[in-house]
């Protein structure tokens, strides 16, 4: 490959980032203006000046449109989130500074449009292995911080880390859709402190060596009431 196809090639490659760009600015002011029911593909479309063919290639349904949007503005935060979460002391630490520090810079001037979003996320939770698109943004940043938890002993080693990123992923978004959808009856500090304890501590009331403890009597005691019996 010449220098004179490479300079094509990034060409290409940055006429697509520009029509990408425009596509979400214009779909955003679109989505404002009017409304996310009441905007169509078609329209976006011929007020973008592309083929309707050629708006699908970029973004499958108008939802998309605004996960792309969404995993922009977690690209924004990402890089001062792993520099901050490195320099916590511990697990609970790391999430409760994630959570508050995503929700309040991520809703602040986008609360809208992200309700939009959490609600799609929701709905099609078994997908998001399969569309990129359904991606939070947030994975390297739980990754990190079970990765973290591991070494310093607060975090099991039993779970997968994909699994725990998931639970994680669905604790921070479902408090924050609460928060969105009843701010008095859910507030946002609140909520995500619960999301984190959760995540933490569980919903049980003893340890869990004290549950595995009391589990080990209560099958030796069945054992031994079959061995009576």
């Known amino acids: 490959m010449d220098a004179g196809q490479v300079t094509t090639i990034s ?33 976006i479309a011929q007020e973008v000046d592309i083929a309707k063919g050629t708006l699908y290639n970029y ?17 924004e935060i990402k890089l001062q989130l792993l520099e901050l979460i490195q320099l916590l002391p511990d697990t609970r630490s790391r999430l409760q500074k994630t959570f508050t520090k995503s929700a309040t810079e991520l809703f602040r001037t986008r609360q809208d449009i992200y309700k939009i979003y959490l609600s799609h996320w929701l ?29 310093k002993g607060d975090i099991r080693k039993d779970i997968t880390i994909d699994l725990l990123v998931r639970q994680l992923e669905l604790s ?19 909520n995500l402190e619960m999301a984190v304890s959760l995540f933490v501590d569980g919903a049980g ?25």
């Open 11 to 43: 060409r290409r490659d940055r006429k697509k980032q520009e029509t990408k760009k425009n596509i979400i600015k214009i779909a955003m002011y679109l989505f404002r203006k009017q409304g996310f029911d009441a905007t169509t593909m078609e329209q």
């Open 59 to 75: 973004f499958p349904v108008k939802e998309s449109i605004i996960c792309e949007y969404w995993q922009e503005g977690v690209k």
């Open 123 to 151: 709905k099609n939770l078994n997908n998001f292995s399969s569309e990129k698109y359904m991606k939070s943004g947030f994975e390297d940043i739980f990754t990190m911080i079970i990765k973290l938890g591991h070494q």
């Open 172 to 190: 921070f978004l479902t408090a924050c859709m609460m928060w969105l959808a009843d701010p008095k009856m859910y507030p946002l500090e609140e």
């Open 205 to 229: 009331t003893g340890s869990r060596r004290s549950r595995t403890k009391s589990e080990s009597k209560s099958k030796k005691s069945n054992r031994d009431q079959g061995t009576l019996l």
